[in-house]
């Protein structure tokens, strides 16, 4: 159960999910976060497969189940396989394409802190800077949010609960 209260939204403002409504406690952050998160889903440069190959990555490492799921169903939509889904969690990528390879990489590379020459090399190879900055960018934002919904115990979704890979 939640760590804070559920408040009820309108539907009017976009999908009324249990963390924007845990989120809507604090309407300053819910407002700055909506617009943060949308930023990066609607006006980035990345190709939808990358950008949610990177947040599955995210969550799978910070052991974030809600972001998990609910990314799933986006994956899926974005063109990604269940099979190469289960390799991100798995961190078993080696079948990706070699841009994809390395913005998974890269991401793994920030969540754990460890993004050495190696890592931004290969990603340099394949991203122009706007482009790495999205990554890096992204993989820091999936993983406040993980961090969010670990702390504040988000319950999943009713449209989540059956989520499986």
Do not use: K
Not at 32 to 51: G, H, K, N, Y
Not at 97 to 122: C, F, H, K
């Amino acid at each position: 159960m939640a760590r804070v209260a559920l408040i009820d939204l309108p539907s009017d403002v976009g999908d009324v999910w249990n963390v924007r409504r845990a989120l809507a406690n604090s309407t300053a952050l819910l407002g700055a976060l909506v617009e943060f998160f949308s930023a990066t889903r609607e006006r980035t440069l990345l190709p939808p497969r990358t950008r949610e190959a990177v947040i599955l990555r995210c969550g799978a490492l910070c052991g974030c189940e809600y972001e998990w799921r609910r990314h799933v169903l986006l994956a899926r939509q974005a063109g990604l396989e269940d099979d190469e889904i289960r390799r991100l969690r798995a961190d078993v990528v080696t079948d990706f394409a070699a841009s994809e390879l390395a913005a998974i990489r890269l991401a793994s590379a920030v969540e754990r802190r460890e993004v050495d020459e190696n890592v931004w090399s290969e990603a340099r190879n394949h991203f122009d800077d706007s482009q790495l900055v999205e990554i890096v960018g992204l993989s820091a934002q999936y993983s406040l949010m993980c961090r969010i919904l670990l702390a504040l115990d988000i319950d999943l979704d009713p449209d989540i609960l059956d989520v499986s890979v």
